[in-house]
């Protein structure tokens, strides 16, 4: 029977389904709006069985005229979802690793990498020993454009000195975030969104919500260092690690770098 046929084109079509759907809920996920696309897959699913299946004229006549006009509405409802789809399907970071399977010099661009986590952790390092506030966001694979532009550009080259000046007490650009870019500091100074939650502590402060917020947005790496304790803190994909070593930080930086909990122990829900 052709419906029992299976071929290798169609486990491609059903694994390509599953991953478009997998990166649609990520995105819509880190959005807060998971529950609204849960609610239209469910739709989708009754008109399936309703229209296609069972064959009923009239609750799938109605489902019919509404899902000839229900792509209108979908873009109009998550017109700023699909537009950070596309960013995050079209970002360069995506697909670094394959600029590094077809790049002939890969020695230089470990060279790179080591220098670039030197360079960030020293600096960590000093500024947590002089107790120097700082806040630093390391963009992976989502674009961190819209959050760039609210700080100033400055698009030089990481360097430990660098970043200390900027992030030294009396520096112009020493409030708000870092962000850096493919082994470049992009902009300074820049607005990050603010974790809002009950089950964050109330002594937690305005640096750390806002490394947290970031880390629940996107996708990024964020350092965190706080200006009372002298601590250095990591934060990822909505979760943080307090008080991290340098061997730590530097696992944090690395390319390597897969989940925050290899790292050390968990700490969002208490004081940091």
Not at 112 to 133: D, H, L, V, Y
Not at 168 to 193: E, Q, S
Not at 194 to 214: C, N
Request: charged letters at 20%; aromatic letters at 8%; glycine letters at 8%.
């Amino acid at each position: 029977m052709e419906w029992l046929s299976f071929s290798f084109k169609d486990f491609m079509d059903i694994l390509l389904v599953g991953l478009l759907l997998y990166y649609v809920y990520d995105v819509l996920r880190k959005s807060g709006s998971a529950t609204i696309f849960g609610g239209i897959i469910s739709l989708i699913l009754i008109w399936i069985v309703t229209s296609q299946i069972l064959r009923m004229r009239v609750l799938g006549g109605i489902l019919d005229a509404l899902f000839s006009v229900g792509i209108v509405v979908i873009v109009v409802i998550f017109q700023d979802e699909i537009k950070g789809f596309l960013t995050l399907l079209g970002s360069t970071q995506r697909w670094r690793f394959i600029r590094r399977l077809f790049n002939p010099e890969k020695n230089v661009e470990v060279s790179r990498e080591q220098s670039f986590i030197g360079m960030i952790s020293f600096a960590c390092a000093n500024m947590a020993r002089k107790k120097t506030g700082a806040l630093i966001v390391i963009e992976e694979s989502t674009s961190l454009e819209q959050y760039i532009h609210t700080g100033e550009i400055i698009n030089a080259q990481v360097n430990s000195r660098l970043i200390e000046n900027i992030f030294f007490k009396n520096a112009p650009l020493h409030d708000g975030a870092m962000i850096i870019r493919d082994y470049t500091i992009v902009a300074a100074a820049c607005i990050l969104p603010v974790a809002q939650g009950q089950e964050l502590p109330k002594e937690m402060g305005l640096r750390h919500r806002s490394g947290l917020g970031m880390s629940q947005a996107t996708d990024a790496k964020v350092i965190i260092i706080s200006e009372e304790r002298g601590e250095i803190s990591i934060a990822h994909k909505g979760e943080m690690i307090a008080d991290v070593t340098l061997d730590q930080l530097q696992q944090f930086i690395s390319s390597d770098f897969t989940d925050l909990s290899k790292i050390g122990t968990l700490v969002t829900a208490h004081a940091v």
